[in-house]
């Protein structure tokens, strides 16, 4: 089964992006992107995080957003400006 967010954002292709839980086709890949219109609502992200949550490849998924500086859209439960967060605090020296 192929994960429709995955396609959506045109990542190499993994074997692990076959156990993504956004792989089922119940789930509207949209969900994971802020609307390309208007404002988004302040629970935007709200239900991708959620079944990011339950998700046996959250890490792997994450990885590769880190690496990518994927800058759109929630990846492995994180929303873009917790990814920013986590690499930039990860790459600061620690004091
Ligand atoms: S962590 Fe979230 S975005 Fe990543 S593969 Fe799993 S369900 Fe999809």
């Keep these: 089964m192929n994960s429709p967010f995955v396609e959506t954002v045109s990542i190499p292709r993994n074997p692990w992006q076959e156990q ?13 992107f802020v609307p390309e219109r ?14 990011c949550s339950r998700c046996q490849v959250r890490r792997e998924c994450l990885e ?20 920013r967060s986590k690499a930039h605090s990860s790459t600061m ?3």
Excluded: N
């Design 64 to 83: 590769v957003a880190l690496r990518m500086r994927e800058h759109r859209g929630i990846w492995g439960g994180m929303t873009p400006a917790e990814r």
């Design 93 to 95: 020296p620690k004091v």
């Design 20 to 32: 993504a839980a956004c792989a089922s086709q119940d789930i509207d890949p949209e969900i994971f």
């Design 38 to 51: 208007g404002r988004p609502s302040a629970d935007w992200g709200r239900a991708a995080i959620e079944i």
